[in-house]
């Protein structure tokens, strides 16, 4: 039974495991991205600007991003080293191709493309001296496969009162400088005010290019500067006549104003290509240009620093934290339905030997071990193939919900005892997780691991965000050490005899316990169900709802089958296999009525955007930043018992703080981003900025005294 059950374990973790290795190792990113630090001037000169030049060529069919890399992928960033006093400016991007991948659309470069920087001399630099400019080049390459890359870049340049252009250069620039959009108002100075407009018609947005002589355009795209403005997978419509021209849009998650429609127009005109910069550019974020002094004391810099505490992590520290964040997802609310029928079958084997107890928890443990693993290693599997995902990825599915919801509901009408699921319907759930026999504790902690997804315990979010940084054989340890936490209280309590004496004899009150069970697992059902409102639209919604009703009319037209005669068997079971397939063909279409993001903010909340982050920190003010999703019970929890609370509330307006909200509860690769620059693979996330310093991370689980201390507001809010 055990090789069978470590056999059947090992299957599960081996694909991810295999598939992650295998895109991980079998090319390496320095093959396919050549980069080189190259400077425009032969020298520096002091109190001047001298433009650098971040060069990268790619193996044929590769390609690297743009500053919006569209559905999927990551830009190239570059943590500088520089002698003190230096500054380097925002990195100019040059205008990305559309890049198809399957259904995603992604924005970035193949062949070779050069990031120009402006890099400010100080006046305190002294001509005879060398400046020895370096830093670190990150960077995601893909293919059909994401393989992340860095390099070392350095460049050592003289200082002196005057400068020569590099001619070595010159071609180079010069075809990176014709590579830039242009300015409207300098390309088009005769273009009217109000010549350029986005507006909205019906669910589509329409670029209007108000402006004479552009019958020669045949082409036009448009490269949102905002992650999530547009759906980027979606026709971009093109019209062209005497007026002008015009290209159709549709809106992405980030609900982006028409009028604050900002990025590049890209137009193919009489054969030649030309581009626009529509709209401001997002402010960078002040932490992006930071340069540092090169010195051994001090660590290249990054644009998003973690956490002190997680700074040190190491693999046996952080598989440590993952077992008490293991332990700790017991205590969730969302494990609790499905452990405590488990305890109830316990209750039954207490009879038992103690050898065949022993087996059933350790089936448990390996039926939640295998589904870890099993998980783990699809999330580094798609993270290495470029997928913005994170923690909890799959409840980001509305078809996953809408399953989970239906088995749950068939184990509460079984608990309910409307009817008596059994072994010949075990695809249902209750008959998995309730038989006797080792595969029902193995199942059992299939299930605890699923419902568990949406809880992220204290100390889990370091600990997992630390293992998707790792390669794919460490972060699977991390993992196994999530699920041993999990499955610890009950394996103990199956491997100590003694342990089960304490627990009262089986009789009538069984039962009874038996049907107030059901009721925790109906309200995990009405949680799931306010899940898939969050996610799909009013069809897909009632197509869910219906699907409960139909996953009810099985289980009764099964339940009515037994001991119906044989036509009456045949007729009950056919009708009860009808019914679940007609609820399987509904959540099938789940996928084709998913909902933007949600609209309805509470009085002082503004939707999060990373390019509202940047501008809000450049002006200094003070944010709090709060990462969230509707399948995320710890975040449901934290909003309702603290941020909600009137005096964290008052706080926030005594103080000036502006609140972003980011709905994680759909995909969306800008909130992905954010957590991985702080250490994070899933939501919550609390950060708190203040003036043009970096972000504070709060802890997973709040109170209201951490919010306000983090906020510099307590005597504000005590004085309301």
Known sequence: MLRLLLALLLTLAAPGLAGAQGAMTAVKAKDLVRARLVAESEALVPGRTVTLGLHMAMKPGWHVYWRNPGDSGLPPEMAWRLPEGFTVGPVQWPVPERIPVQTLMNFGYEGAVTLLVPLAVPESARAGETARL?????????????????AELSLDLPVAASAEPDSGQAALFARARAALPEALAEALPEAAPGSVRTIRAGDRLVLHLDRPGLAGVTGAAFFPYAEGALDNAAPQDLAVDAAGLRLTLTPGDAKVAPEALAGVLALTEDGARKAYALGPEPAPAPTATAAVPASPETPPATEAPPAPEEESLTLWSAAGLALVGGLLLNLMPCVFPVLSI???????????????????????TAGVLASFLGLAGLLIALKAGGAGIGWGFQLQSPVVVALLAYGLFAMGLSLSGAVHLGGGIVGLGDGLTRRAGYQGSFFTGVLATLVATPCTAPFMGAAVGFALTQSPLAALIVFASLGLGLALPFLGLTLVPQALRLLPRPGAWMDVLKGALAFPVYATVAWLVWVLAQQVGPNGLLAGLTGLVLVALAAWAWERARGAGRLGTGFGRVAALAALAAALGLVAILDGDRATARTALAQGEEAFTQARLDALRAEGRTVFVDMTAAWCITCQVNERTVIAREGVQAAFRGGQ??????????????????????????????LVYRGQGEAQVLPQILTEGIVLAAIGQKDVAAAQ
Do not use: F, M
């Not at 293919?143 to 860095?150: L, R, T």
């Not at 305890?343 to 038992?352: F, P, T």
């Not at 957590?675 to 994070?680: A, I, N, S, T, V």
């Open 342 to 364: 488990k305890v109830l079958s316990l209750v039954r084997q207490a009879g038992e030997s103690a050898t065949r107890v022993r087996l059933h928890g350790l089936a448990y």
């Open 657 to 686: 703080v502006v609140y972003l909200k980011g709905d994680w509860t759909n995909q969306n690769p800008e909130i992905t981003r954010l957590l991985e620059r702080h250490g994070r693979s899933g939501v919550p996330l609390y």
């Open 134 to 150: 370096a830093g670190t080049l990150s960077y995601l390459v893909c293919e059909e496969i994401c393989i992340p890359g860095s």
